[in-house]
């Protein structure tokens, strides 16, 4: 057996676990150092493309938190940070007092634009370089596949 801390046998059985999540912190690591540059974290940049996504730029924050697997507290701070920058704003929903809408600013849409050409240059050279066009199908099926296998539904995220 392994001491803790030590480097895994190949073979080991949790192998691919490892090298999936050594790899993961890495990349997000290179990403956010690359998105840096525009004021950003690659988890605000983000949470910035949902809402450049969504229909009329905006989002309820429920929603936005559970496709961002945040607890609605982390992403209400996450939200009051980037409308501070004048990214986002949040609304009222007219229906139902009680839900809020994050909403994608102009200046928000300009900044998604503007760091959106270093995101993909930086994800390519990141990791897609390093893949061949099988590889890369290979890598797109199996975590579509993992996706499906773990409900959101499953996890337990703080003040869900």
């Known amino acids: ?11 080991s059985v949790l192998a691919p676990w490892h090298a999936f ?8 690591a290179a990403l956010d150092e690359d998105l840096s540059a525009f004021g950003v974290t690659l988890a605000d940049y983000e949470l910035l493309v949902h809402l450049a996504q969504a229909p009329g730029r905006r989002m309820r924050m429920s ?4 496709i ?3 607890s609605r507290s982390r992403l209400s701070h996450r939200i009051k940070v980037l ?8 609304i009222q929903c ?13 200046r928000g849409e300009k900044k998604v634009a503007q760091t959106m050409p270093t995101y993909r240059a930086s994800v390519q050279r990141r990791l897609l370089a390093h893949l061949s066009a ?4 290979q890598i797109e099926k199996i975590f579509t596949k993992v996706n499906r296998a773990v409900s959101l539904s499953e996890l337990s995220l703080c003040d869900k």
Do not use: C, H, Q, Y
């Open 68 to 70: 961002a697997m945040v």
């Open 94 to 106: 007219s229906e139902d007092k009680r839900g809020l809408f994050a909403v994608l600013t102009n």
């Open 21 to 28: 999540i050594s790899a993961t912190r890495a990349i997000t």
């Open 134 to 137: 099988t590889e890369r199908a």
């Open 63 to 66: 929603e936005l938190a559970e």
């Open 1 to 11: 057996m392994a001491k803790v801390g030590s480097k895994l046998p190949s073979g």
């Open 83 to 90: 409308g501070e920058a004048g990214w986002v704003d949040r």
